[in-house]
Structure formats: C-alpha cells, structure tokens
C-alpha cells in the first residue's frame, strides 16, 4: 500500500511564476504609462491647436473690420487709423458687438504687441480718442511666440514695415484716415513653427469689387 503525499509547488515552480508575474507587470504599466502620455501628448496638441485657431480668428475678425478712422491719443495728438511700427500694430474696427445696448461707439481701437514672455496680447479701449489715465482691456492670444514680423501693402504694392509709411504721410491730417491694402503677419511659435498669414482690408475689397 502507498503512502499518500500532498500535492504543491516546488521552490523552482514559485520563483518562475513570481517571474512571469513580474513581467507582466512591468509590461501593463509600460503599455498604462505609454497610453496615459499620448491621452496627455493629444490634448496639449487639441489645446495649443484650438489657442492658433482663435488668435487667428480674433486677427482676422479685427482687421476684416478695419475702418479708416483716425484717433487722438491721451496728449490730444492724431494718431493714424492703421499705425505699423516695430513689430506691433494698432488700428480701429467696426462691428463691435453691444449686447447690452450701451452708449458707446461700435467702432473700436485695438493694440497687438508682442510681450517679453513670448505672449501675443491683445489690447482694446473702451473710447476711440482716449484720456489720459484710461486703461486698455488686456488678453492673452497666443503663448509660446518666438518672433512676429507686421508688414504692410501699400496702394502701389510695395511692402512695408512702417506705416504710415513715410513722414509726409503721418503729418498729412488727409492721409491719416488712410489704410494699406493688405497686412502680412508672420508668426514663429511653438510647436507649429512658422505661420504666415495674409490679411486684405476692406476698403480695397469693396474698391475691387465696384472696379469695371
């Protein structure tokens, strides 16, 4: 008659399933941590895409609104209706929204600027002619900017960095309700590189439009 033994694993059968085990483990989280870095990689891109969209959007409404209007700044001088000049830009827009039905203008004086931490701002005044001690509403469009060049089109086709783009025509109280053709932007930002984009204005759209 023989004995009856109790069946279990032997030392070396545990060690090699702690070992399976262990690999599997490492693996899940592997494949756990691989997955939860493309969700996070896939919603910064879906984020800084949809920030592009809407600094292009928030441009492109502005200056397809762009009105030959000129101001006065806080020292009661003119200031051109389109101002250009290193790199930054000013100019008045109609088609400001008025929801609430106040008194003011739907005409509106907006500022681009490139600022020192790489933020593409926005400024906007609640008064066309300012006073001195107004303060401009502030927003952030665009983070990550690298450079940004403004240039302009003249009538004649010329591009320049400046405009107006002579003296003669900043003095010219005539010439100051004067805009450019057309506006080109080019922007190097994080991580699209550069973007170049093309604004016509509407005073020449309409001009080209009633052209025989």
């Known amino acids: 008659?023989?004995?009856?033994?109790?069946?279990?694993?032997?030392?070396?059968?545990?060690?090699?399933?702690?070992?399976?085990?262990?690999?599997?483990?490492?693996?899940?989280?592997?494949?756990?941590?691989?997955?939860?870095?493309?969700?996070?990689?896939?919603?910064?891109?879906?984020?800084?895409?949809?920030?592009?969209?809407?600094?292009?959007?928030?441009l492109n409404r502005d200056l397809s609104q762009a009105i030959g209007r000129s101001v006065r700044n806080e020292y009661g001088d003119p200031v051109a209706a389109m101002v250009i000049k290193n790199n930054t830009f000013d100019v008045t827009r109609t088609g400001w929204p008025n929801p609430m039905q106040q008194a003011r203008s739907q005409l509106q004086r907006v500022h681009y600027e490139l600022n020192s931490k790489g933020e593409l701002i926005r400024l906007s005044w609640q008064q066309l002619d300012r006073e001195r001690g107004s303060k401009p509403q502030q927003s952030v469009l665009l983070k990550q900017v690298e450079t940004i060049q403004i240039k302009a089109y003249s009538g004649s086709g010329a591009l320049v960095q400046e405009w107006?783009?002579?003296?003669?025509?900043?003095?010219?109280?005539a010439l100051l309700d004067e805009l450019p053709r057309a506006i080109e932007i080019m922007i190097t930002v994080k991580p699209w590189g550069e973007i170049r984009r093309y604004f016509r204005l509407p005073q020449h759209v309409e001009v080209a439009k009633s052209a025989t």
């Open 1 to 58: 008659m023989k004995n009856s033994s109790s069946s279990g694993f032997t030392l070396l059968e545990l060690l090699v399933a702690v070992a399976i085990f262990a690999l599997l483990g490492v693996g899940s989280y592997r494949l756990l941590a691989t997955t939860i870095a493309t969700r996070d990689m896939a919603h910064k891109h879906d984020a800084d895409l949809m920030q592009l969209q809407k600094a292009l959007t928030t």
């Open 164 to 173: 107006p783009s002579t003296q003669n025509q900043a003095s010219n109280a």
